[in-house]
Antibody
Framework: EVQLLESGGGLVQPGGSLRLSCRAS????????MGWVRQAPGKGLESVSG????????IYTDSVKGRFTISRDNSESTLYLQMNSLRAEDTALYYC?????????????WGQGALVTVSS | EIVLTQSPATLSLSPGERATLSCRVS??????LAWYQQKPGQAPRLLIY???NRATGIPARFSGSGSGTDFTLTISSLEPEDFAVYYC?????????FGGGTKVEIK
């Protein structure tokens, strides 16, 4: 059974940093692209970032470019999202998601989410 | 950025009825469209990928159709557990944009 377990969420002041982690199990992590999708309270879904299976290709939505960095450790089956210069509009539940194949999407497995709150 | 517009915003139906959800896309995405179901307090669940392929474990009452810019998700006979919010998503190019969602509620 595929399992994705996020950690690292919390309350941070504007301008601060957080690092989200997503520990994967139940599948061969190194053969699938992965991504982060966020959902602001009461709102819809937004793709934040994606990373190829090998980790050599990454992609970001415009609003987080230059502030967020996605990475992965295939030896530890773990996905990361380093978030710097956080803004109030980054407040959301951040889901770790597994791509259906080696392409960027769609996402066939999701974690339960890590809540990030940016507020003073 | 590719924009996805879902309609209607809310669909009020009774169990056993047929649900038809629409997703219109601002430019052609070929067949690279997926549908997800999300229930309150839960993560989204992939239902359909590449327009018409059911994901693993998804019941046959869920079906998808369309290509290019117009897509449809059909639930042939609503079960009590199908009342939820449904999102479409394109994977034609980044960012992988989602529609605003259709809420299927009990009438």
């Amino acid at each position: 059974e595929v399992q994705l377990l996020e950690s690292g969420g919390g309350l941070v002041q504007p301008g601060g940093s957080l690092r989200l982690s997503c520990r994967a199990s139940g599948f061969t992590f190194s053969t699938y692209a992965m991504g982060w999708v966020r959902q602001a309270p009461g709102k819809g879904l937004e793709s934040v970032s994606g990373i190829s299976a090998s980790g050599d290709s990454t992609i970001y939505t415009d609003s987080v470019k230059g502030r967020f960095t996605i990475s992965r450790d295939n030896s530890e089956s773990t996905l990361y999202l380093q978030m710097n210069s956080l803004r109030a509009e980054d407040t959301a539940l951040y889901y770790c998601a597994k791509a259906h194949s080696t392409s960027w999407g769609p996402f066939d497995s999701w974690g339960q989410g890590a809540l990030v709150t940016v507020s003073s | 950025e590719i924009v996805l517009t879902q309609s209607p915003a809310t669909l009020s139906l009774s169990p056993g009825e047929r649900a038809t959800l629409s997703c219109r896309v601002s430019q052609s995405v070929s067949s690279y469209l997926a549908w997800y179901q999300q229930k309150p307090g839960q993560a989204p669940r992939l239902l359909i990928y590449d327009a018409s392929n059911r994901a693993t474990g998804i019941p046959a009452r869920f079906s998808g159709s369309g290509s290019g810019t117009d897509f449809t998700l059909t639930i042939s006979s609503l079960e009590p557990e199908d009342f939820a919010v449904y999102y479409c998503q394109q994977r034609y190019n980044w960012p992988l944009t989602f529609g605003g969602g259709t809420k299927v509620e009990i009438k």
